[in-house]
């Protein structure tokens, strides 16, 4: 190929030359620039490696302290959730006595009217689906789950004991026995409206 250029050579610019050969910077400074940078890059990574290790120095200590708080921690969770149940318990009774102003006399005293011959109340508990009566009844003559039953419909009928409740259902009867009494332990629940 034919190159036609009437530039004398001297003032010719090549494309190829390399543009920082052109700029006439010493060695000696360049040198320093990059001894400099890689001083600096240096420098940064041994901060940054020294940051890193008082990092991992700071989460060991906090682990450490975990682990010593532990056991403590548990029992205040402990506490708190006893607390908390507390005071669910709390706001149940106050709920279901001044909300909804039960009477309960006269429901403890149909429930004392109502219990037929050799039939016992255990235990009565409040919780939030109702009134839950545990008892037993002991007979030689009659079946126990027919006293239950008369129990049962006779609060039923008592319309001061079932006011504030919508449904009153036997949860659980079991007969067994003792020598030669049978008895029959049983579980009601009063729903509260």
């Given at each position: 190929m034919i190159d036609i250029n009437l530039i004398p050579l001297s003032l010719r610019k090549n494309g190829k030359e390399n543009v920082f050969l052109t700029?006439?910077?010493p060695k000696e400074i360049l040198l320093n620039v990059g001894a400099g940078l890689i001083l600096f890059m240096v420098t940064v990574h041994l901060i940054l490696g020294a940051v890193w290790l008082v990092g991992i120095g700071r989460l060991s200590s906090y682990r450490a302290n975990w682990q010593r708080l532990s056991p403590e921690k548990e029992v205040l969770d402990a506490i708190d959730n006893e607390s908390k149940g507390l005071k669910n318990k709390i706001n149940m009774i106050s709920d279901m006595t001044t909300r909804k102003s039960v009477r309960w006399a006269p429901k403890f005293n149909a429930i004392s009217d109502s219990l037929p011959r050799g039939l016992w109340i255990r235990k009565?508990?409040?919780?939030?689906?109702?009134?839950?009566?545990?008892?037993?009844?002991v007979s030689k003559t009659q079946n126990g789950i027919n006293n239950v039953g008369l129990f049962l419909s006779a609060l039923k009928q008592n319309d001061d004991f079932m006011k504030d409740f919508f449904s009153l259902e036997?949860?659980?009867i079991q007969r067994t026995k003792v020598n030669t009494v049978e008895v029959t332990d049983f579980t009601a629940m009063a729903k509260v409206k």
């Amino acid at each position: 190929m034919i190159d036609i250029n009437l530039i004398p050579l001297s003032l010719r610019k090549n494309g190829k030359e390399n543009v920082f050969l052109t700029i006439n910077i010493p060695k000696e400074i360049l040198l320093n620039v990059g001894a400099g940078l890689i001083l600096f890059m240096v420098t940064v990574h041994l901060i940054l490696g020294a940051v890193w290790l008082v990092g991992i120095g700071r989460l060991s200590s906090y682990r450490a302290n975990w682990q010593r708080l532990s056991p403590e921690k548990e029992v205040l969770d402990a506490i708190d959730n006893e607390s908390k149940g507390l005071k669910n318990k709390i706001n149940m009774i106050s709920d279901m006595t001044t909300r909804k102003s039960v009477r309960w006399a006269p429901k403890f005293n149909a429930i004392s009217d109502s219990l037929p011959r050799g039939l016992w109340i255990r235990k009565m508990a409040l919780d939030t689906s109702g009134l839950v009566v545990e008892g037993s009844v002991v007979s030689k003559t009659q079946n126990g789950i027919n006293n239950v039953g008369l129990f049962l419909s006779a609060l039923k009928q008592n319309d001061d004991f079932m006011k504030d409740f919508f449904s009153l259902e036997v949860n659980s009867i079991q007969r067994t026995k003792v020598n030669t009494v049978e008895v029959t332990d049983f579980t009601a629940m009063a729903k509260v409206k």
